[in-house]
């Protein structure tokens, strides 16, 4: 498994941006694809973005695409998210997370190999 810790969670107006970040601990994160989840309130998690591990092929859910863009820097065992025009209903805990398998967005909470503990994202309106 790899260990996982996210940073730059926070809280921001309808509109704005925030910038998550992931760093990884094991030196074969460039062998894992990454990325995102979340989970708010009363709701199950569920898949935002995720990079691949070789060529860097993306993919997104529907109500991201064209705010988020998921990024990754493998020399520096870190993946980002990049949120821009945040909308209130991006309120969520949002989690990074690593598998071996890059599955596009079909990728579900049941194939992650490694979770994060989650950065609190609050949009207000």
């Known amino acids: 498994q790899v260990q996982l810790v996210e940073s730059g969670g926070g809280l921001v107006q309808a509109g704005g941006s925030l910038r998550l970040s992931c760093a990884a601990s094991?030196?074969?994160?460039?062998?894992?694809?990454m990325g995102w989840f979340r989970q708010a309130p009363g709701k199950e998690r569920e898949f935002v973005a995720a990079?691949?591990?070789?060529?860097?092929?993306?993919a997104y859910t529907d109500s991201v695409k064209g705010r988020f863009t998921i990024s990754r820097d493998n020399a520096k065992n870190t993946v980002y998210l990049q949120m821009n025009s945040l909308l209130p209903e991006d309120t969520a805990v949002y989690y990074c997370?690593?598998?071996?398998?890059?599955?596009?967005?079909?990728?579900?909470?049941?194939?992650?190999?490694?979770w994060g503990q989650g950065t609190q994202v609050t949009v207000s309106s």
């Open positions: 997370a690593a598998s071996p398998v890059f599955v596009g967005s079909r990728w579900n909470p049941q194939i992650v190999d490694s």
């Open positions: 094991r030196r074969t994160f460039s062998s894992y694809t």
């Open positions: 990079i691949r591990a070789v060529g860097g092929s993306t």
